[in-house]
């Protein structure tokens, strides 16, 4: 069965340095999504992508945070430089298209811990 | 701006019993998605059961059941027959036309044997 590929599993950076995130969609999966979740709490939309496209990156903090997906396959999401409150899990998700009743799917999930 | 609230944190239940899990929800729109969603300890997000908002019918998935009543916003998940492999946290989400999904601040289930 196909499923969300995300690497690393696990990562602890010191404030300051920078970090980075690897998606890898499910094959055909037009629209992928960047989830931040802290501990306790459900996951926030961070950006969504439409192929190569962003759709919504409101609630990303672009300060420090940047995404991309350059051929509109696999994708990375940066920090720089990372903070403490940085610290959760970043989950990656991927549907067929952006309709609200598809089916996301969700990868793993990268655990970040900031010291 | 649409949410979901569970007002539940952790719930448990013994092993074969049924437990209800509550979510209420506030949207503006009159056609939306609602969605249960569950995460096992240290493994990814699963998808239980949708819901279409245009459907009355509750919608069913085996032993997992949800009771919505549209008019007052609420959308519960019932977990009939609860066995170990349940535990997890389960989130109540909702989606409507180009918005993102939204979640709720999830429910913690304990299976006890």
């Known amino acids: 069965e196909a499923e969300v590929a995300q690497s690393p599993r696990y990562k602890i950076t010191e404030k300051s340095q920078a970090v980075a995130f690897w998606c890898d969609p499910i094959?055909?999966?037009?629209?992928l999504y960047w989830y931040r979740q802290i501990l306790g709490q459900g996951p926030e939309l961070l950006v969504q992508?439409?192929?190569?496209?962003?759709?919504?990156d409101s609630q990303l903090p672009k300060d420090r945070f940047s995404a991309e997906r350059l051929k509109g396959v696999d994708s990375t999401l940066k920090i720089q430089p990372a903070e403490l409150g940085d610290s959760a899990m970043y989950l990656c998700?991927?549907?067929?298209?952006?309709?609200?009743?598809?089916?996301?799917?969700f990868g793993p999930g990268t655990r970040l811990t900031v010291l | 701006a649409q949410t979901v609230t569970q007002s539940q944190p952790e719930m448990s239940v013994q092993e074969a019993e049924t437990v209800t899990l509550s979510c209420t929800y506030d949207?503006?729109?009159?056609?939306?998605?609602l969605f249960w969603y569950k995460q096992p300890p240290s493994r990814q997000m699963i998808l239980v059961i949708r819901?279409?908002?245009?459907?009355?019918q509750n919608a069913t998935e085996n032993r997992f059941s949800v009771n919505f009543q549209k008019a007052a916003k609420s959308f519960s998940l019932k977990i009939s027959d609860s066995q170990l492999g349940d535990a997890a946290m389960y989130f109540c989400?909702?989606?409507?036309?180009?918005?993102?999904?939204?979640f709720g601040q999830g429910t913690r289930l304990t299976i006890n044997p």
């Open positions: 998700a991927s549907s067929l298209s952006g309709l609200p009743y598809n089916e996301q799917f």
């Open positions: 094959s055909g999966h037009a629209t």
């Open positions: 992508f439409q192929d190569e496209s962003v759709v919504d």
């Open positions: 949207t503006s729109e009159s056609d939306y998605y």
């Open positions: 819901q279409e908002a245009y459907k009355q």
């Open positions: 989400a909702l989606i409507q036309g180009a918005q993102k999904l939204v």
